[in-house]
């Protein structure tokens, strides 16, 4: 059986391992990724679109002229081949000149428009160069501003808006100024401001929930597998005597009346901490292009957990499928980490059960669990009957993007745990507050 398992162990990984490398390989093989390539080696060459136009007449032309042996269009190639030299040799030039950026923060909400200002100044007169700001194609176009004299001593300045329509860790700049030969063949960049790394945190919604320590709430009814419940101070009723209960809350008149032992019952006791499990499973995702709208939902409705109750003063940590995405924070003070933590997180090929595993073997049973995913399978929904046995409190955010949602919704449903679904358009307020806010109860 140990060496079954073993192997069994090691298939598995290995073909995590060839879908990794195969999906390296699809990303690097891409039409953007190419085109990315491509835009790199052709700056680094320094060849514009004429020079590149110039280049395939040389060698054409040299061709041409050894076939045929017409000694006229050698010296034809031979002389625009001189042409691109002095071009390289004229765009060398280095240009001296110090680029300020003001209006542009290291962090942005998602959504944000941000109003940036380039100021140039250079300590002797240049003229006739194109000022360019490298920006990402989630953010919009590259600034390209053309300056035809910039004099001595003075500064010239530039402002342009960036909108962060979606999250990520996005890098601006370098900021050039490009300069080129008389004849357009060749151009060269002067680095002017280094690059400025932006994170965009994801969208923020208020979103209602109700943290519990444990999925049963009401007495007499007990977790199949539970230590004694983390109870409040208040009296909540009376229930029969069951096998593990304290003898100290036992209340003997009530016992000596009904015939039976009973004991004590306080109120619902609700706990401090909250756990969020966001499922990074990129085949569980949808499947829009590079971007996976289901998975943008899932990262916005745990960024909106998170704050909620780290503003209330609750401790937080997050999980994902690869392993813990931040140390646990509390307070108010934890939302930056947090944020931060949301805004670099990506998808990979780690599936679900291997975070639902990592909690079951988790000795802490006091905290409040939250988890969103797209998908909830039999295998899935097996492994959280398990957790919820430990007598945890558990929330389901289902991300109604797949075709198989019914499946998703009766997986979560016959646990018997909240619910919450989250439909394609659905904002998350009114998803949560409908499901398991206080208009509910």
Sequence with gaps: MKIGRRTSRRSRGTGVAVRTRFDRVRDSLSPQTVRR?????????????????ALFGVVATYIFGRIIGGLPILLLAYGLLLLLVIGFVLARRRIRMEGERTGLFPRAQQGDRMNVEVVLRSRRAMSTFILEERLPERLGRSVRVPIARLPAGSAVSHTYSVRCARRGVYEIGPLVAITSDPLGFTQRENEVAGKFELLVHPRIEEVADRP?????????????VSKPFPTGNEFYGMREYSAGD??????????ARM???????AEQGITDRITIMLDTDRGSNSQDGEISESFEVGVSAAASLATRHLRDGYECRLEANGGPLVRPVRGATGQLPVLDALTRVEMSREPLTTMITRLIADPRRDAHNILISPRLGQHEAAQLRLLLQKGVSLLVVALLWREDSDETLNAAAALGCQVAAVRPGQDLRSALYHDIG????
Excluded at 212 to 224: A, N, V
Excluded at 248 to 253: E, F, K, M
Excluded at 259 to 265: D, H, S, T
């Design 246 to 255: 304290d003898l100290r809350r036992i209340v003997w008149r009530a016992s």
């Design 438 to 441: 206080a208009g509910s109860r």
């Design 212 to 224: 519990l320590t444990r999925q049963f709430e009401d007495p007499p009814i007990r977790p199949p």
């Design 259 to 265: 015939g039976k032992l009973m004991v004590r019952e």
């Design 37 to 53: 390539s491509l835009t790199t080696v052709r700056r680094k060459i320094g060849l514009t679109t004429s020079g590149q136009v």
